[in-house]
Structure formats: C-alpha cells, structure tokens
C-alpha cells in the first residue's frame, strides 16, 4: 500500500481499498472462466480482521466457489505479507514469518449470457 492508500490517521488504509482489489481479482476471475469482465453484483459478507497500513504489502487471492446461469460466487481473501516499519526508519519493512489474514469476503458477479464466451 501506497502513502496515498492511506486514508485515516496513523497511515491506515480504508478498508475500500481492499474491497477495490477485490474487484481487480474478480475480473480476471471472469475473464478467465467467461472471456468477459462481467459485473460486481454484491457483497454477501465482508470481515475487515486486521488493520493495513501505507508500506504493507497485501497479497490478494479469489477463486469461484460456485457457478450459476450468470452468476459465479467468489471467495476472496486478503493477507498482509510484508509489514512497515516506521518505528525503524520511514522505508524500512519486514517479511512476515506468517500472512496475517487482513480482509474475507464473499461476493457474487454477473455476465450476462451474451457476453460469455467460455465456461
């Protein structure tokens, strides 16, 4: 994350930004399995589980976890990977022995059927 991710006091980031790249990992999702970016429809369920900061780095996986006519629902999790440090120095960060889980999210897209070309 980027100082100009960072919304809030302290460098936090806005949970939104978080929801954004869920968005990224969900078109590509679709372009993968419908050869169309289809659209976001809803979220179901959003757990914001650990702050983010600007210099962390987040790690950002999605998969289809079910298939409709047009729909596909996803699954999407957000891990921190690498954590600032500006205790240290304003560039300095670690490598995080263990991903802390940040962000879980289930949502659910559309393609329309005359947009899919796959699947």
Request: charged share 30%; net charge negative; glycine share 10%.
């Amino acid at each position: 994350m980027s100082s100009a991710d960072a919304h809030y006091g302290g460098n936090l980031v806005d949970g939104a930004k978080i929801l954004q790249l869920f968005g990224d990992v969900a078109t590509e999702l679709l372009i993968r399995h419908d050869g169309d970016e289809g659209l976001f429809r809803a979220y179901e369920n959003i757990e914001f589980l650990a702050p983010v900061y600007a210099g962390d780095f987040i790690e950002i996986t999605g998969e289809i976890i079910k298939v409709g006519k047009t729909s596909r629902k996803m699954e999407f999790i957000a891990k921190k990977i690498i954590t600032a440090r500006p205790d240290i120095n304003d560039s300095a960060a670690d490598v995080l022995e263990e991903p802390i889980i940040v962000c879980k999210a289930i949502g659910t897209c559309v393609v329309p059927l005359d947009k899919q070309r796959r699947g």
